[in-house]
């Protein structure tokens, strides 16, 4: 028995890229394991190299790279840790993207429109990888596009119980800032006992990227503290505006809770500037210092992802992490 367990612990191998590996450092001492030490670096004209300083044969690889910008390049470089894993003869290996880049273009809203988040899962699956594991896909059919297993982990309890701590549940509605998140806003409410929901009648005009037109507000905000959730903040547009709609409508607080904090461009000055009593991400992105304000509150991840690994590669359960979420 001691013998097998032993044999097991040394199979296990965490990886990382270099686009967040501070988060990558966390899971590993979670688990209580080193970083496989491995050497990257990029040829002048911007192809990557990176090789794996131990032997990896036989091992339970998993390589953890958040697509953070620059995406490409952060994608491109996990492939290569994929590939070069495949030809050292990993056993298994698992891509663990906390944020999966790409994964909004998931069908084609007009003609002669790419569907990025299926090419992922396709580059993903030829480089060589077994399993993704990932936190908050844009959609949950996202699954669907990779030939094998996904582990698609929840933020959602994380972020409900830190908001759930801190506000009066008798005046709170959970606000989706689009109709298509609506069953989201419905499992944070069974979350937090079953509170009302709203949602904001959003549209957007295809052509123009990064640009959101908000509607009106469905549901009765007046008075309410409003918690407006979503899988991402990019440039922040859409739930900057949402915040203004449920202010016009009578909401007594705003707090915005979001997984993935990509802050592209203008996103920071806009949070800054809006009204929101408090915006609760987590750190499935790394965040720099400069983007810090004061009503920013950032969650760590790297705990679900280390219970997530132990689980697979113990060949537990990840569905048990979040008994009571369906
Ligand atoms: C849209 O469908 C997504 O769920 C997010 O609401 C959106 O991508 C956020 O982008 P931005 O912050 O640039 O409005």
Known sequence: MSELKLASEKRLRIFTGRAFPELAEQVASELGIPLTPTSAYDFA????????????????????????????????????????????????????????????????????????????ADLFKTAGADRLMVVDLHTSQIQGFFDGPVDHLFALPLLANYVGSKVDRSRLTIVSPDSGRVRVAERWSDLLGGCPIAFIHKTRDPRIPNESVTGRVVGDVQGQTCVVIDDMIDTAGTITKAVDALFNEGAKEVIVAATHAVLSGPAIERLRDSKVSEVVITDTLPIPEES??????????????????????EDGSVTSLFDGLS
Do not use: C, W
């Open 292 to 313: 810090h304000f004061d009503r920013l509150t950032i969650l760590p991840i790297a705990p679900l992802l280390a219970r997530a690994i132990k689980e697979v590669f």
């Open 45 to 120: 004209n911007g192809e990557i190299f990176v090789r794996f300083e131990e032997s990896v044969r036989g091992s339970d690889a998993f390589v953890i790279q958040s697509h953070a910008s620059p995406v490409n390049k952060h994608i491109m470089e996990q492939l290569i840790m994929v590939d070069a894993l495949k030809r050292a003869s990993a056993k298994r290996i698992t891509v663990v993207a906390p944020f999966y880049g790409y994964a909004r273009q998931d069908k084609k809203h007009r003609g002669r429109e790419p569907i990025t988040a299926r090419l992922m």
